[in-house]
């Protein structure tokens, strides 16, 4: 089986570099539907703004949904400070040192767009000594520093910018020569990607899928409610394409799909999770299981929505989540060959 994954990764890059934190998806799925489409794939956009496109499989009975979220961390502004400067609410979970230094942009309702950084408010040695190196690093002592000739409240308002507006973190996409992918939002830019590799791979040599296939393209999965409404009513299996956490205690790493057994919301379904690893198996496809204690998904989200449907997930090592993440090419190949194998055989 060979995956172009020049393409995979051409995509990931593009996608990396769309901001979409969840709420601000639509330029991030407008591409996907673009890209889709020109594979001659049929989409169409459920009214909460989510991505769905269709493969007609051999069997039309039942259906098979593979599910990936566009949507990424970020923030809003949350106060305009007396100072010049902005307060930041957060958008998805992630802990507040590590956006400490990030570059970002604000995008204002009529979409100008300026830059700055986040800081603590103690953010100089030279002035604040020993605090520098010991304030906490949370919502009231974190704020960011505009581009701008700002002094005070006034001088942000002039620009346009309001309490609101989306602050996107940027991602610094490094692909480096021994394979490795350093960006942030691989979570889960890195599944919608090998989605991608998926369905190419299968227009390209003109394969049907045995089911007719959804590919399921979230926008709200960092806040929760990703795949909790709009799911294709024959859907039998849901299929998840999302990050996989190495770290201590875990079997993951940064060069196999992991097949996820159980995490934070319960076990997922045993038969889909025999049928991955014997694909796996058979296929000679690098591969782990894995428990994650502290992660939730689209398949969490579909489940509670009292969907009837069985709920696998699947995917790429993706080290440091919700940081500066890295993973590796063969992870993401590895992800995209299971993928086919589970819609094939």
């Known amino acids: 089986m060979k995956i172009n994954m020049n393409y995979v990764l051409d995509m990931l890059e593009e996608l990396l570099n769309i901001p979409s934190p969840s709420g601000n998806t639509l330029k991030a799925i407008d591409f996907l539907e673009d890209e889709f489409k020109s594979m001659g794939i049929s989409t169409y956009k459920t009214n909460k703004g989510a991505l769905i496109a269709t493969l007609e499989g051999e069997n039309t009975d039942k259906e098979i949904t593979l599910s990936a979220h566009i949507d990424t961390l970020g923030g809003m502004v949350k106060e305009i400070k007396s100072n010049g400067r902005l307060k930041m609410t957060q ?3 992630y802990v507040w040192s590590t956006i ?15 830059t700055g950084t986040v800081l603590t408010t103690a953010a100089s040695s030279h002035v604040h000594g020993e605090k520098t190196r010991t304030i906490e690093r949370n919502q009231e002592n974190m704020e960011i520093r505009l581009d701008e000739k700002v002094n005070n409240a006034e001088d942000i308002e002039k620009l346009g910018i ?4 989306y602050v996107f973190f940027d991602p610094r996409v490094t692909i480096t020569d021994s394979g490795f992918i350093k960006s942030r939002h ?4 890195a599944g919608v990607a090998s989605v991608l590799g998926i369905a190419k791979y299968l227009v390209d040599n003109n394969i049907k899928p045995k089911y007719t296939t959804n590919f399921f393209i979230s926008n709200y999965e960092e806040v929760g409610h990703g795949a909790s409404a709009a799911i294709p009513e024959k859907t039998s299996e849901f299929l998840v394409i999302d990050m996989a956490a190495p770290g201590e205690g875990q079997t993951s790493d940064e060069f196999s799909v992991t097949i996820c057994a159980k995490d934070s919301s319960g076990p997922h379904d045993l038969e ?10 058979e296929n000679n496809i690098n591969y782990k299981i894995d428990i994650y204690p ?8 579909a489940l509670r929505a009292g969907n009837d449907i069985k709920v696998g997930i699947i995917g790429p090592g993706v080290d440091a989540s919700h940081s500066y993440e890295r993973t590796h090419k063969d992870a993401i190949e590895n992800t995209v ?4 194998v589970y819609l094939t055989k």
Request: proline share 0%.
């Open 100 to 114: 400490e230094g990030e570059y970002v942009v604000i995008e204002t309702l009529d979409e100008k767009t300026y």
């Open 294 to 301: 502290s992660y939730s998904s689209d398949g969490a989200a």
């Open 337 to 340: 060959k299971l993928g086919i």
């Open 272 to 281: 889909m999770k025999k049928k991955l690893v014997n694909l796996a198996k």
């Open 91 to 93: 958008i998805g979970g």
């Open 162 to 165: 309001n309490v609101g507006d």
């Open 186 to 189: 691989l979570d889960d830019k």
